[in-house]
């Protein structure tokens, strides 16, 4: 079946903004979601946003959603070197999640 | 404390040996699921459970059991058929109200040689 996609790697400098994008697939998905995996630990839900939002702002992180072209991304402002880890977006697919390989996010000091 | 738990953090096996990864969860969530992640890569289902004493295969169930005998509790056991056993494996666990996210463990990397 059709994936979820992602770009793999991201590398950015302390305090710029990190902008990861997703392409999802399933155009009825309700929610979705972003997680963060650190090295060697599990996967930590950071957000999520309704498939009837175009937007959603929780403190450094900026949600944006574009149902047309199925295009999510996820913005973190003043990244910091605690940003660094796995970024996997996710989309709800018959009541369960579809996972992206990830984005591995490096901050460079 | 809610959550979800995986022990042990670090497994060794030697080829040809059955081993079981614990899962524990004390949100009582209904639904449990169990994924493997290799390096540079995302999250494979394995096996996922929806109710207590009833279970699916996901897309690699192919040397891997589960049983779910207890709502809280969710045991993977990777047997000796399975072909290429070292990988990170994480469990998860899903509630029935809110939305349709998932929870996740701190995961078990086991290393078979």
């Known amino acids: 079946g059709e994936d979820v996609e992602q770009s793999l790697f991201l590398s950015v400098r302390e305090g710029d903004s990190s902008v990861i994008n997703c392409t999802y697939t399933?155009?009825?998905?309700?929610?979705l979601y972003w997680y963060k995996q650190e090295p060697g630990a599990g996967l930590q839900l950071l957000t999520y946003?309704?498939?009837?939002?175009d937007m959603k702002q929780d403190q450094r992180l900026t949600v944006l959603l574009n149902k047309k072209d199925k295009h999510l991304s996820l913005r973190i402002a003043d990244t910091q070197t605690g940003d660094s880890a796995i970024y996997f977006c996710?989309?709800?697919?018959?009541?369960?999640?579809?996972f992206g390989a990830g984005t591995r996010l490096t901050v460079k000091p | 404390d809610g959550g979800i738990t995986q022990s042990p953090k670090y497994l060794f096996r030697k080829e040809g040996q059955n081993v079981t990864l614990s899962c524990e969860q004390n949100?009582?969530?209904?639904?449990m699921y169990w994924y493997r992640q290799d390096p540079g890569q995302g999250l494979r289902l394995i096996y996922y459970?929806?109710?207590?004493?009833?279970?699916q295969k996901g897309d690699i169930a192919e040397g891997y059991s589960v049983s779910r005998e207890k709502k809280e509790s969710f045991p993977l056991t990777v047997t000796s058929a399975q072909k290429n056993p070292t990988a990170f494996y994480l469990c998860?666990?899903?509630?029935?109200?809110?939305?349709?996210?998932?929870?996740f463990g701190p995961g078990t990397r086991l290393t078979v040689t």
């Open positions: 998860a666990s899903k509630g029935t109200s809110g939305g349709y996210e998932q929870y």
């Open positions: 399933d155009s009825s998905s309700t929610y």
């Open positions: 946003i309704f498939s009837n939002m």
């Open positions: 996710a989309e709800v697919d018959n009541n369960d999640m579809r």
């Open positions: 949100l009582n969530h209904d639904a």
């Open positions: 459970s929806q109710i207590v004493n009833d279970f």
